[in-house]
């Protein structure tokens, strides 16, 4: 099979195929905390590390603005046309996540699929976080979902999945490369396997991310002193059905809100 060896994030179409199996979930899951924690007020939506924004789509088909922000170029191209095509405002940028400004502040953000642990030092991490923050208005929330480190248990090493849409399949997987808790630093392998009916290729990439146990997280949002965790969840996207962090969980998405102060 032919390998390419490039960051998967250039290429959005495969990218937002293999990406997308839970964007319903999540997207049902982003209106529910709307509606717990915000009754249901939240017009304005942010979503820092948009990608190909297909959480960005959804949302905005429901009525919802929404706007967002990726580094990578290719990737808000890919979002903005779509939301051409589908006459929907084209409200995709590149920028830094770890400090930006955007055009007006939001009521409600999201960040799932491990998008924060991309910031590999914890001055990018306080930085996101409180920029964030200085553009969220008061009592808004963060969803902010992504893997922790568990302390009891070892954590898991690989996972693989699938997705397909008419001639096109994309086969995944990810693995751990190496994992240093002292510098709480992860590097993961991820590959693409792509199926065409006149094609085969791999697109081969290695991420770095930042790595987190429960307490060393919710030390980073109380250093920020801008946000408190108001409720945590795991990835089967329940509101009905929050869940108790502990020394073994894994798949967490947190609730911030920010302070009134």
């Known amino acids: 099979m032919e390998v390419i060896n490039d960051s998967i994030y250039n290429h959005p179409r495969y990218y937002d195929l ?9 997207t049902r899951f982003i209106c529910d905390v709307n509606q717990k924690y915000l009754n249901n007020r939240a017009t304005r939506l942010f979503e820092p590390a948009c990608g190909t924004g297909r959480l960005m789509y959804n949302l905005a088909k429901r009525g919802l603005e929404v706007e967002g922000i990726d580094l990578n170029h290719k990737a808000i191209e ?9 006459d929907l405002p084209q409200t995709a940028f590149v920028a830094n996540m770890v400090e930006f400004q955007a055009k007006r502040k939001w009521d ?3 960040n799932t699929v491990n998008s924060f642990r991309h910031l590999t030092d914890k001055p990018s991490a ?5 920029c964030m923050a200085k553009q969220t208005k008061r009592g808004g929330i963060y969803l902010i979902g992504f893997h922790l480190t ?6 898991t090493d690989w996972e693989s999945w699938s997705a397909r849409r008419g001639n096109l399949s994309v086969i995944t997987k990810m693995w751990t490369i190496n994992r240093s808790r002292r510098k709480r630093l992860e590097t993961f392998g991820m590959h693409f396997d792509v199926y065409t009916p006149t094609r085969q290729f ?3 990439d290695e991420l770095k ?6 307490h060393q997280f919710a030390s980073l949002v109380e250093e920020t002193n801008c946000w408190d965790i108001a409720g ?3 990835f089967t996207y329940d509101i009905k059905q929050p869940i108790t962090v502990d020394s073994s969980s894994e798949d967490v998405v947190y609730i911030l809100k920010k302070r009134q102060n």
């Open 18 to 26: 293999i990406f997308g199996a839970d964007c319903a979930a999540e």
């Open 78 to 86: 890919f979002s903005n046309q779509r939301s051409k095509r589908h």
């Open 108 to 110: 409600l953000a999201f």
């Open 126 to 130: 306080l930085s996101h976080l409180r």
């Open 150 to 155: 568990p302390e009891t248990e070892e954590p």
């Open 202 to 204: 791999r697109i081969s």
């Open 209 to 214: 991310m930042r790595s987190y146990t429960q």
């Open 232 to 234: 945590t969840y795991d």
